[in-house]
């Protein structure tokens, strides 16, 4: 298994982003790449697993807003202009 996963550095100790997925005691090859915070990709929601049949739509409930409404809708009536 080879993952990309974010974390900070405590002393001796990086305490990573989301679960490793890994069984406790399970040994690591650990290899780190020190990055810029401008560098890194956002990470998927919360609560999205690969696989997982949770829509975008759901995941996005708790932060959509009347705002992404309004612009959803924009796009959607531009896409339908001019094509009859």
Known sequence: MTKTL?????????ELDEDLGAAEGQEVEVQ??????KK???????????????TAAGLLADSWTEEDDRIL???HEERWTGKR
């Open 6 to 14: 974010y974390g900070k550095v405590h002393g001796k100790t990086i």
């Open 73 to 75: 809708e924009e796009i």
């Open 40 to 54: 890194r990709l956002p990470g998927p929601p919360p609560g999205w697993e690969p696989g997982s049949k949770r």
């Open 32 to 37: 780190v790449r020190v990055i810029s915070p």
